[in-house]
């Protein structure tokens, strides 16, 4: 028998791949003895066998020769050969996408799925389901049924898998089998019980009340099948999340009584779910954690790397709940699966003391070229809390990352390196010139563009302010020579801020400047041109508006006045003031995150929410001529959360005007309101100067209506000014269920909140990379200094934040980070005042039993440092 | 992504494959369509599995986003991928259900040679443990019982050889009479055998 397959595999040695060298065109001519009679099913399965074994390997077949080798196949329906039948299936469903009429086999399958032989039953229904579309579903709908409470759970278990399948396709046809599959829940077989589960679920899950049922149904009754208490588990936790549940609901307790299930898999489900619930009390995390922790010395590596995930996702969250099993993760460091050590210790980062940081730097480093990219990313991303943690710690950290750094790897583990760099020297003033050092290595051989220039552009910012900018000069002078044209082009553009930041170096600057006009990309040899002119000026403020702070415009806005104004040519010359400005990005606080995928999204260049409202409000005619758009504040609530009507308000700030945006939603199912419009009553010299209603506002349908308000023109400082707002409909009484209104209805009003309009609605934040160089730049022409107490404040951290908020100016140089334990502050604020006028305000903050605050403003413009001012006293 | 708890879902497995000892595919079957659509890339994701899996036998890794449990035996890797939040526990069941019920089909010869030699009772194995991507069937002995298959070529090799030396050729009526040449590469095959159970 050991001459099962031809000569020819044979004879290249019995140790070889019998399939090795097979070629599909012999393959396929020797399917040709599918069609003699008396059919020898051996032979058959054999080259069933190869042609299955060539289409996983990846062979492609074409759509005439896979009809032909199918059709051809069909015949071997006649041999009664078990294990040869169940091939046949398997070729229809490998083949049904590549050849031409599989639905010729139907008839042949429907007899084989009704038929008496059981083993051929379950997967002919498969086989079937797999070659079966919308409309022939219909007819084999009547066996379809039979087979979901079939008594053989094969064919059950089948035929349910089959219709989960089918769902995509025709959720219609499939709907109908509900019944059918409820019945199948209450099976005996543990297989057919999830699978039910699993259709019924699917089926169900857009209405929450059936599902609810159907969890109370099925969390009573108890099912057996471990893997449809893991399903019932992730429905239960959904479903809490989304009704937003207390964690006194039945549910959770279903969930925390499945950590007293048998089965590993469910305690681990119901711990994992428990985990992941958002706001969970310590109190509720412990059962979890405590069987984790008994997990973590489990013989088997998986349930030990399951148990070590979760807990280091608790670490992130409550790093108190997870101290009790520090024992057991430091007997992990040592584990053999590498995975699993890395783990144990990131997790034991984010939970020891400050003492044990070096012993586990020294423990991670013994085997860090062992892991993979996605776990070193999770180390890096580690040590970057840490760091955060414990700032002393950083010349230890910033060894281990310039050693990672050398190191091969990833785009994404280079960069996750790269970015805590950069965070480090962000925190740590004294760690800056090594950690740029370090980075000026890297990039001596870096083959990511992008990594490369934004390490040049961060040179270039904070390079000419360390003691000897000297020596980064070659560093950077030989990205120009060596790289790619982006790479040159920032190499030129960090290059200027040396020549404008340091006198000396001037002169050197401007000769390699000149080489660099030389190049042969357009980009690099215009930034050179242009930055050689600048420097030669000599002046500090052309350096500042030119070199170190960039336009702050924001890019769509910019490009549409562009394309305005070239539409209309006037004789005025381009107003950059009249482009609407950037909204400077809010450095948002960095998510942890554990080993996940690496997003493939492509990131899109968003247009950002103003550039979304201009949009909108220009689409309205009555503000039509109101200029561009200046800010957008963030939505204010003026009702409560759980009122019959929920009204928001947001701020647009135009030069001259305010426009009101109120977006209101109706909650009331039995009312509709129309012409809604909300009055407001200014407290100071404004002037309402028109009312845009809402036409129509339906049940849970969110409308807009607008108010225009005039700003004083007489005194420019009125800057702040309360409105009490009423809303004003009137009210079609209608069909809660039709959403049928009666004819006629009535007027109403509803009492809003207050709206308060302040400072920070004029001005608009602004980054200035480089305050000192703006600072000089505005000049001291309307330079104004105040000092006030600030006796109510305790902290410079609380008066820093209050500052900022008030204001809504934009913190410069990172002053909005206190250092601790010092007794006085500097913070730089940076904003555009309503007009375009740049503002910058220098505050010398000194503790003393209150805060004292001495502030200076700079301004192009009068006005705006009077306003500042006027409403800091 | 990360915090977002898993969609209830049945569809737990996104591919599973078995590799020889040099990494390459003896079998591969993936079930989430958008994951590696193109023979090309998943070859390379089996690359980069094997060569960071077949040196320890560590049961369990995580690459390119996704978890990953493993098994070897002799000179095969199996191997069983789920998303990120999948529970480990029930790919693990899937693991163990597929390495059990092969081994009793292939009579605790689970290597390379006698793997390939029963490769159609290997495709229904697996055809009856996922289907889609939905685990079908746990339990090894249920799989066996479904497949109802018969290994072709592993009865042993010394007693093919002593057949065929004593002129017993029932069960082989459909097959060509053994010529005079093969009989050096059943000596041949039998050496084979007798390496591989000694290095076992």
């Known amino acids: 028998m050991i001459k099962k397959f031809d000569k020819k595999d044979e004879e290249s040695g019995s140790g070889s791949n019998p399939f090795q060298h097979l070629e599909k065109s012999a393959v396929l001519q020797e399917a040709r003895i599918f069609n003699e009679t008396p059919i020898n099913p051996r032979r058959c399965l054999h080259i069933l066998t190869k042609i299955i074994y060539l289409l996983n390997q990846g062979e492609h077949f074409g759509t005439t020769e896979a009809t032909e080798a199918f059709f051809a196949m069909t015949r071997l329906f006649q041999s009664n050969d078990q294990t040869l039948r169940r091939m046949c299936y398997l070729t229809i469903k490998e083949m049904a996408n590549i050849s031409e009429d599989v639905i010729i086999v139907t008839s042949s399958l429907t007899k084989d799925m009704t038929g008496k032989e059981d083993v051929y039953r379950g997967p002919a229904i498969r086989a079937l389901c797999r070659i079966t579309d919308t409309t022939m579903l219909q007819a084999i709908e009547r066996y379809m049924k039979q087979a979901i409470v079939d008594k053989v759970p094969s064919v059950s278990s089948s035929a349910l898998v089959s219709s989960l399948h089918m769902v995509k396709m025709s959720y219609d046809v499939v709907k109908r089998w509900v019944n059918e599959a409820q019945e199948a829940a209450s099976s005996d077989n543990i297989m057919v019980q999830y699978h039910a589960l699993g259709l019924l679920y699917h089926l169900r899950k857009n209405d929450r009340l059936a599902v609810t049922k159907m969890l109370n149904k099925f969390t009573k009754s108890g099912l057996k099948s471990p893997f449809a208490y893991c399903m019932l588990i992730r429905i239960a936790s959904k479903l809490l999340e989304e009704t937003e549940g207390g964690h006194d609901s039945p549910l959770f307790d279903f969930i925390e009584s499945c950590l007293r299930n048998k089965h590993e898999m469910v305690v681990y489900e119901a711990a994992s779910a428990i985990v992941h619930m958002p706001n969970c009390t310590a109190r509720e995390l412990a059962p979890a954690v405590s069987v984790l922790q008994l997990f973590c010395s489990s013989p088997k590596a998986a349930l030990r790397y399951a148990a070590v995930r979760t807990l280091n996702k608790v670490a992130m969250k409550h790093p108190s709940a997870v101290t009790a099993c520090n024992l057991d993760l430091e007997n992990l460091i040592t584990d053999s699966n590498r995975s699993i050590a890395t783990l144990a210790i990131t997790t034991l980062l984010k939970t020891g003391s400050e003492s044990s940081v070096d012993r586990l730097m020294k423990q991670i480093s013994s085997f860090v070229s062992e892991i993979s990219d996605e776990f070193k990313v999770v180390v890096v991303q580690a040590i970057s809390a840490l760091c955060q943690k414990y700032p002393r710690k950083h010349s230890v950290m910033m060894n281990f990352l310039s050693n990672m750094l050398r190191d091969d790897g990833g785009f994404e583990y280079k960069r996750a390196i790269v970015d805590c760099i950069i965070s480090i020297i962000e925190e740590n003033p004294e760690s800056k010139e090594t950690g740029l050092a370090h980075l000026c290595e890297f990039i001596e051989d870096c083959e990511h563009t992008v990594l490369a220039t934004k390490i040049l552009h961060l040179l270039g910012k904070e390079g000419p302010r360390t003691p000897s900018p000297s020596k980064y000069i070659r560093f950077i002078f030989n990205r120009v020579v060596l790289e790619s044209e982006a790479v040159r082009a920032a190499a030129v553009s960090a290059l200027a801020k040396f020549g404008a930041q340091n006198d000396d170096l001037l002169p050197s600057v401007l000769v390699l400047m000149q080489r660099c006009m030389m190049d042969s990309d357009d980009e690099v040899r215009d930034r050179a041109t242009f930055y050689m002119n600048v420097l030669q000026q000599k002046q500090k403020a052309l350096n500042a508006a030119y070199i170190f702070n960039g336009l702050s415009v924001s890019v769509p806005g910019l490009e549409k006045s562009l394309h305005q104004y070239t539409l209309e040519p006037s004789e005025k010359p381009f107003d950059m003031k009249t482009v609407p400005l950037a909204t400077a990005v809010i450095t948002e606080q960095k998510t942890e995150i554990a080993p996940v995928a690496t997003s493939k999204l492509p990131e899109k260049l968003a247009p950002s929410r103003q550039d979304i409202y201009q949009e909108q409000l220009a689409a309205i005619p009555e503000f039509q001529g109101l200029g561009p758009l200046f800010k957008s504040s963030e939505p204010v609530q003026l009702t409560e959360a759980e009122t019959e009507y929920v009204v928001r308000c947001i701020k647009h700030t135009f030069s001259n005007h305010m426009v009101f945006q109120f977006d209101c939603t109706n909650t009331l199912n039995d009312q509709l309101l129309q012409k809604v419009v909300v009055q407001m009553e200014p407290s100071e010299a404004y002037e309402v100067a028109r009312y845009v209603p809402a036409p129509s506002l339906p049940y849970s349908q969110p409308g807009s209506c607008y108010s225009l308000v005039r700003l004083p023109d007489d005194d420019p400082t009125a800057v702040s000014c309360t409105f009490s707002c009423t809303m004003k409909y009137l009210v079609r009484d209608c069909d809660p269920n039709t959403g049928e209104p009666d004819d006629d209805g009535y007027d109403d009003e509803y009492v809003l909140e207050d709206l308060e309009v302040t400072v920070a609605d004029h001005i608009q934040k602004v980054l200035k990379p480089n305050f000192g160089a703006a600072w000089e730049e505005v000049g001291d022409e309307f330079e104004k200094e105040e000092t006030f107490a600030l006796s109510s404040v305790r902290t410079l951290e609380e008066a820093v934040s209050n500052i900022v908020s008030f204001l809504g100016m934009q913190p410069c140089e990172r002053s909005d980070k206190v250092p601790e334990n010092k007794n006085s502050h500097v913070l730089f604020l940076a904003g555009v005042f309503r007009g375009g006028h740049d503002v910058l305000l220098r505050a010398r903050l000194a503790l003393a039993d209150g805060v004292t605050m001495q502030v200076t403003v700079r301004s192009s413009e009068e006005t705006a440092v009077d306003v500042i001012l006027a409403s800091v006293g | ?200």
């Open chain 2, 1 to 200: 992504m990360d915090s977002a708890a898993l969609e209830p879902s049945l569809y737990t497995v996104k591919a599973i494959f078995i590799l020889d000892n040099d990494g390459n595919r003896l079998l591969a079957k993936y079930y989430d369509t958008g994951l590696y659509p193109s023979m090309k890339e998943q070859r390379s994701f089996e690359k980069n599995v094997f060569n960071k899996t077949h040196k320890a036998d560590n049961e369990i890794a995580f690459l390119e986003g996704m978890t990953i449990v493993y098994k070897s035996s002799i000179d095969i890797f199996f191997y069983v991928v789920g998303s990120a939040q999948e529970n480990e526990l029930m790919l693990m069941a899937v693991l163990n259900c597929l390495f059990d019920s092969l081994s009793q089909i292939l009579r605790k010869n689970v290597e390379r040679r006698c793997l390939l030699d029963n490769m159609d009772g290997v495709f229904l194995v697996v055809d009856e443990i996922i289907d889609g991507g939905v685990i079908l069937e746990s339990d090894p002995q249920q799989v066996v019982e479904k497949v109802n298959y018969r290994a072709g070529s592993e009865q042993a090799f010394g007693f093919v050889l002593l057949d065929y030396i004593t002129g017993n050729m029932e069960g082989q009526a459909d097959e060509n009479p053994l010529s005079e040449q093969s009989v050096a590469q059943v000596l041949q095959s039998a050496k084979e055998q007798i390496k591989w159970s000694i290095l076992k």
